[in-house]
């Protein structure tokens, strides 16, 4: 297919935040072009663990059934000292908030394989492989301003001839070195965590000794962690510098020594038949975040936009979920004429709670390779106390994504009402319609939603109608009491799901209303008429 004077976004990347980022476009009907370096999938490992919320949202573009059968579940998080005694141990669910289990396990390449192929069934998304963007460039001067359209120049392989395309938006999903960051000027705020570690991806038949999950060891000389990954595979991270080899007789004999705590190797130094390394790499853990996310129409998502260190196993859930949040913003805009003040909650909401996910990350990483002083031994000794407190450990392990905080898209009532649901997402559990067992979020579709316990006041009639909101009674669902007991613990008699599943608003219990819709109607009032028999487009009438 050629590439088209103009098309509506340009997607720089076709890792799995950029790929997921055109299948979420494409189910809203929004056409794009992924332009990526490479010809196929990067072949060796990378991220490894996903949560539930993760799995949502590959349930939101189809690969849920098939991502299930590649990934294994995990039990959590455990932090051991130097000896490999239990300082804490964090559980996960198998089935948590979003329908899924809290933490699964599973190889990058096989789910980018996934998501292509998924890709290549929906006819509006062009993926071209084997090119280099070269540079990214937006028509500010001309009568659209900051929403005038963005040129993507780039190289095709093996040519010198600069190819151009325009589009109405860029999503920069091109990784910590990113074109799209330089082309906004964006730049990297230190949150103060550097580290060099050796990864190290392991197949083996072997007894390995596991507990089938994730392990932290918090010593300050020999940090690491390990997990297994799949039936026969599993990694290792040490804290090493890049001069210390682990091939050939020394480096086989040093590996041995570092993976001892957990399964036996020759010792005489030869290479084992029954031990393949398949990749070991060596990597800088960095806490990083960009300064600014979005600038015009050109926006960065993924690790363009934040870096994390791997000891929550959250680099890649946050690009994801910058993904899920921006795509149906942008859809709105693009398809349906929203302004372009509903854009700038992207950044508003994803960058506070990408921060807080690298904190904690750094806090583990502090907590595993703090030093050797009193303080040190002191922070390890409070956080295993700490730990043995009941509840703390799967509290910890419950809130790890936090609510997004309080914004134009969330809008939380009074403060004597409690913090209620707005800003966090729906629970997701199993619904019977029509006689068949369905995840909740096959039955709530691709749009906005209402799930009320009570009948709906004409306000709330009338604010779903202009929305295209499903109406939904929570008692017609067949669940298990998850969501009544949810809307019961919010004080609401019915909440306002955005197209992500976020709440964005709730009736409190006996008022028959939304809190604050006058404040996010305009937001989301759309200016171009509808197709017949869809909605009308949400005004300021509506919104009262």
């Known amino acids: 297919m050629s590439t088209p004077s103009r098309i509506p976004v340009v997607i720089i990347g076709a890792g799995p935040v950029g790929v997921t980022a055109a299948l979420l476009l494409a189910r809203r009907g929004v056409r794009s072009l992924v332009l990526e370096r490479h010809r196929d999938v990067y072949p060796l490992p990378r991220a490894v663990v996903v949560d539930d919320e993760v799995r949502r949202i590959l349930q939101s573009v189809g690969v849920h059934e098939e991502f299930a059968a590649l990934s294994r579940p995990a039990r959590g998080l455990r932090l051991l000292d130097a000896r490999h005694g239990v300082i804490a141990e964090f559980p996960r669910s198998s089935h948590g908030h979003h329908g899924f289990p809290q933490t699964s396990m599973f190889d990058q390449p096989e789910l980018e394989r996934l998501l292509r192929e998924a890709l290549a069934r929906r006819p509006e998304c062009e993926l071209r492989g084997g090119v280099e963007v070269a540079f990214v460039t937006q028509d500010t001067d001309g009568p659209n301003g900051s929403t005038g359209p963005v040129r993507v120049a780039f190289r095709r392989d093996g040519s010198d001839e600069v190819e151009h395309v325009w589009a109405d938006a860029v999503l920069g999903c091109d990784g910590a070195g990113s074109v799209t960051r330089d082309a906004i000027g964006g730049v990297w705020e230190d949150l103060h965590f550097e580290e060099s570690w050796r990864v190290i991806d392991v197949r083996t038949s072997r007894q390995v000794r596991t507990w089938e999950g994730a392990e932290q060891i918090c010593c300050p000389t020999r940090p690491a962690t390990f997990m297994r990954v799949g039936e026969d595979r599993y990694r290792w ?91 149906w913003k942008l859809a709105r805009v693009l ?52 730990c043995r407190i009941p509840g703390v450990t799967a509290a910890v392990g419950r809130d790890l994504s936090p609510p997004l905080g309080s914004g134009p898209l969330v809008r939380r009532g009074p403060r004597l009402l409690g913090r209620g649901p707005a800003g966090s997402a729906c629970p997701q559990p199993w619904v019977v319609v029509d006689g068949r067992r369905v995840r909740l979020d096959d039955v709530l579709g691709d749009s906005f939603a209402v799930l009320t316990t009570v009948p709906p006041a004409p306000q709330v009639t009338a604010v779903a109608t202009a929305l295209g909101a499903r109406t939904i009674r929570v008692d017609d669902l067949g669940d298990d009491g998850t969501l009544a007991a949810w809307l019961a613990r919010g004080r609401a008699d019915a909440v306002l799901l955005r197209p992500d599943r976020v709440v964005l608003d709730t009736v409190p219990a006996g008022t028959g209303d939304f809190t604050d819709t006058a404040a996010w109607a305009p937001l989301l009032h759309t200016a171009r008429r509808p197709a017949e028999g869809r909605p009308a487009p949400l005004s300021r009438s509506t919104a009262r």
């Open 335 to 386: 398809q349906q004429g929203a302004g372009d003040a509903l854009l700038d909650t992207y950044e508003r909401e994803r960058k506070p709670h990408a921060r807080h996910l690298i904190r904690v990350a750094v806090a583990v990483g502090w907590a595993m390779t703090g030093g050797q002083d009193r303080a040190a031994a002191l922070r390890r000794a409070v956080v295993g106390t700490a």
């Open 237 to 327: 991270e040490f804290r090493l510098d890049g001069h210390e080899p682990l091939d050939g007789p020394e480096g086989l004999e040093r590996l041995r020594e570092l993976v001892a705590p957990w399964v036996a190797l020759p010792s005489d130094g030869a290479s084992d038949d029954d031990f393949e390394v398949i990749r070991q790499a060596q990597y800088t853990f960095r806490a990083r975040l960009a300064d600014r996310w979005r600038r015009g129409r050109v926006f960065l998502l993924g690790d363009a936009a934040h870096l994390t260190p791997p000891f929550i196993g959250q680099g890649l859930c946050a690009g994801l979920r910058d993904a899920h949040n921006l795509t």
